[in-house]
């Protein structure tokens, strides 16, 4: 074969690796907690066992004491650090928060979904995580904590609002 014909299947080769590159997919869509652990565990890794080390274990003693009805959304996205992150840290500790119900929903690469819930709610940033009581929002954590996880879910769940 003529170094020509090498080089045509070589660049033939790579132009067809690129391009099927780019069509990756990406989990959109709207997930219980049941169907986030289920779907995403495999996508990104997420250790269901995972303990969350720097929490501060007063802090966590005050949230459980909490008697509260929470609602949770969660924005993130399975291609996303912070999401890799700040969500299985959450779910490690949820035991201890006045959270009745997570929800999760998966955006892809350009923060969409199928529902337009990204626009619904103003999102712009992952992850970010809304908290609401009687359907109106109380806070919210947008793609990191400032000061400790914990911390901030203290000071949402607590302000009155």
């Not at 067809?16 to 219980?32: F, H, P």
């Not at 066992?49 to 720097?54: D, W």
């Not at 712009?124 to 904590?145: A, C, H, M, W, Y």
Request: aromatic share 12%; glycine share 4%.
């Amino acid at each position: 074969m003529s170094c020509v014909k090498i080089r045509a299947i070589f660049l033939l080769i790579l132009v067809y690796t690129l391009l099927s590159g780019c069509n990756k997919q990406y989990l959109s869509a709207y997930l219980t907690e049941d169907e986030y652990l289920r779907q995403v565990k495999w996508k990104i890794k997420i250790d269901t066992n995972y303990k969350y080390k720097k929490a501060n274990p007063e802090i966590l003693r005050s949230l459980s004491q909490i008697q509260d009805s929470i609602n949770v959304i969660i924005f993130f996205g399975t291609w996303c650090s912070d999401s890799r992150k700040w969500i299985p840290k959450l779910l490690s500790i949820k035991e201890s928060l006045p959270i009745k119900k997570y929800e999760f929903i998966a955006v892809d690469t350009t923060k969409k979904d199928e529902k337009l819930w990204t626009r619904k709610y103003g999102v712009k940033k992952l992850p970010t995580i809304i908290f609401s009581r009687d359907n109106q929002e109380i806070g919210r954590i947008v793609e990191k904590p400032k000061k400790g996880l914990e911390r901030n879910i203290y000071k949402i769940v607590t302000e009155k609002n």
